[in-house]
């Protein structure tokens, strides 16, 4: 015999998911039951985002810009718009359907440009002097001041 909990409706009492019947299946009195579809939030703030309306033209204009040298602006797309990212294209609600190019196109961008940065500075931090041999005093930001003798006036 179960003990019941004073102040706890029976209800809370069995937890989350009901108790099998007899026969080893869940009662059921009213028929099937579905959860309501979940709310289709185009960013990651939810109802606080921005509508659907207004979504596409931010998701655009973040797409656009990345290409104006702030390419970290595709990081922020996909950041912001990471619902519409992370839902796979066949089960993703249809109002994602004009926001989802910019989205994905911005994750491919930010993906190349981050290769590109971390083998530019891989490149140089391993190779060095070594790889580029006698132009590397040209190439390195450090002996600029030396050039145009602006380390004389330390002492």
């Not at 028929?31 to 289709?40: L, N, Q, T, V």
């Not at 990081?75 to 994905?104: D, E, K, M, Q, T």
């Not at 196109?105 to 971390?118: M, Y």
């Amino acid at each position: 015999m179960e003990a019941r909990v004073a102040g706890v409706p029976e209800d809370e009492e069995s937890g989350l998911l009901p108790r099998p019947s007899a026969a080893g299946r869940r009662p059921s009195s009213r028929g099937p039951r579905f959860p309501p579809p979940p709310a289709a939030w185009a960013t990651v703030d939810g109802p606080l985002g921005l509508p659907l309306e207004e979504a596409e033209g931010h998701a655009r204009r973040f797409f656009l810009w990345g290409f104006a040298c702030l390419p970290f602006l595709w990081a922020i797309n996909c950041c912001y718009f990471w619902p519409v990212l992370r839902s796979p294209a066949a089960s993703s609600p249809a109002a994602f359907g004009s926001i989802r190019p910019y989205v994905v196109r911005s994750a491919i961008g930010f993906t190349i440009f981050s290769v590109v940065l971390i083998t530019w500075a891989t490149t140089f931090i391993v190779g060095g002097e070594r790889l580029f041999g006698p132009g590397w005093n040209d190439l390195v930001m450090y002996n600029v001041a030396d050039k145009l003798g602006l380390s004389g006036f330390m002492g």
